[in-house]
């Protein structure tokens, strides 16, 4: 790991895509970076990144990952509890198919801005090094549970 970059969303905004493409544009490695990874299209409950835009914005291709398919009904119930839900429901449906790829017999869902699916599935595959999940995204999770759960530098300090 060469760095760490951290930005805020608005939970249930609609702040994400801009606030990433930010994040990335203006860190020092952005010129070492091949790809951004998500875990998901969403972010902080329904603040739904926009892959195509972010894509555009960075000129990187863009995986978004999941572990379980969404139940288009529930997260179609789901978004009716907020403000401009069709608006949030249509970011949705534009981030295109959700393609179905598996690493060890372990399916992942991917959506994909940018990128071939058949690239996508190469990098998911060579990168889920420790899990049946990619690393970038198991070590995300690792650190923001520390932040999330109080965490301090020296906590950090113990992962590494």
Known sequence: MDGVMRTDVTVDGRDAT???AEMIMNSTHYRQLRLTML?????????????????????????????QKPSNDEVRAALRNLPDWEER???IEEA????ETSVRRTPLF????????????KIVRITSTRANFPEPLRVA????????????VDDFRQLT
């Not at 295109?96 to 393609?99: A, C, I, K, N, Q």
């Not at 991917?110 to 599935?121: F, K, P, T, V, W």
């Open 110 to 121: 991917m959506h994909l801005a940018g990128i071939s699916r058949q690239d996508a599935e």
């Open 39 to 67: 875990d998901s299209i969403t972010m902080a409950g329904f603040n739904i990144v926009n892959i195509h835009h972010l894509f555009e914005e960075t000129k990187l291709p863009v995986i978004a990952l999941t572990r």
């Open 18 to 20: 801009e606030r990433i």
């Open 96 to 99: 295109g198919e959700l393609v």
């Open 89 to 91: 429901w249509k970011s």
């Open 141 to 152: 999770h690792i650190l923001a549970s520390g932040l999330c759960q109080g965490g301090t």
